[in-house]
């Protein structure tokens, strides 16, 4: 993704992603028949910011129209005039060469590259919105007493333990920090150094591996970010302590 797609901080500006341009327009798959006009509308416009000099015939378009309609249907009309800008301003990489045709080969190398762009765009918008969901809970539990915070804690063991017991397995998503100090507190996870450390190293090895497959699916980028985790010491402790309440509940599980 572009610089323009930054605010002046450098930071992501949610509302410039694509993701959420797609999560929030309408798909092609749910529009009427006048929806279907308004798509053949934008397919004569794109021909003519494309640079096609010949009109193009109504059985051209039509063909490309049922095409996306049919091989499509998850973007919206909005999200194929911006695949459309996104290919000429080189946002993303597609053929440019159209030989004076709109043909199925022309739009579906435009639009498999921006499906591709929306892809990674989710992963940044994932990211932003658990960013801004932290930031939240922060802010939050700055304006606890020792008391409440404590008790939170105890509640996120407890009702992570009772989840593991009736479902045989672990949740998605948890309070994983809060079960954690609870747990420390009474004992239930290891404060010994040497085996916190080789804990450390376990998870250590544990990042490497998923930074390998994340740049086997999702390129370099993918993996700078799990590597960002290696890097920053907070986030990594961060991870140890969520790693180690997991490790705890997994061998209950295994017995």
């Known amino acids: 993704m572009k610089r323009s797609e930054l605010n002046g901080q450098g930071s992501w500006e949610k509302n410039n992603l694509p993701a959420q341009i797609h999560r929030t327009s309408l798909k092609i798959r749910d529009i009427q028949a006048d929806g279907m006009l308004n798509l053949e509308k934008s397919l004569r416009e794109i021909c003519k910011i494309v640079g096609l000099r010949r009109e193009q015939s109504?059985?051209?378009?039509?063909?490309?129209?049922?095409f996306i309609k049919n091989n499509y249907s998850?973007?919206?009309?909005?999200?194929?005039?911006?695949?459309?800008?996104?290919?000429?301003?080189?946002?993303?990489?597609?053929?440019?060469e159209?030989?004076?045709?709109?043909?199925?080969?022309?739009?579906?190398?435009?639009?498999?590259?921006y499906r591709e762009h929306i892809r990674k765009s989710e992963l940044e918008l994932r990211k932003l919105e658990k960013q801004k969901e932290t930031e939240d809970q922060i802010k939050k539990d700055m304006n606890k007493t020792p008391e409440e915070r404590k008790e939170e804690c105890r509640i996120a063991y407890?009702?992570?333990?009772?989840?593991?017991?009736?479902?045989n397995s672990?949740?998605?998503?948890?309070?994983?920090?809060?079960?954690?100090?609870?747990?420390?507190?009474?004992?239930?996870?290891?404060?010994?150094?040497?085996?916190?450390?080789?804990?450390?190293?376990?998870v250590r090895n544990m990042i490497e591996n998923e930074k390998k497959d994340a740049i086997?699916?999702?390129?370099?980028?993918?993996?700078?970010?799990?590597e960002k985790v290696l890097n920053n010491k907070l986030d990594f402790a961060h991870r140890c302590r969520i790693e180690?309440?997991?490790?705890?509940?997994?061998?209950k599980l295994n017995k």
Do not use: C
């Open 58 to 66: 109504q059985e051209d378009i039509t063909r490309v129209l049922l």
């Open 74 to 96: 998850d973007l919206s009309i909005q999200g194929i005039r911006q695949a459309v800008d996104y290919a000429l301003t080189g946002k993303i990489e597609a053929q440019l």
């Open 98 to 113: 159209h030989y004076q045709s709109l043909d199925i080969k022309y739009i579906s190398q435009i639009l498999n590259a």
């Open 158 to 167: 407890e009702g992570l333990a009772k989840y593991v017991e009736i479902n």
């Open 170 to 202: 672990l949740p998605i998503g948890w309070d994983w920090i809060g079960a954690y100090w609870y747990m420390e507190a009474n004992g239930l996870v290891t404060t010994d150094v040497e085996e916190k450390r080789m804990f450390a190293d376990y």
């Open 216 to 226: 086997a699916t999702g390129g370099l980028m993918a993996g700078r970010d799990i």
């Open 244 to 251: 180690m309440v997991k490790s705890y509940f997994k061998q």
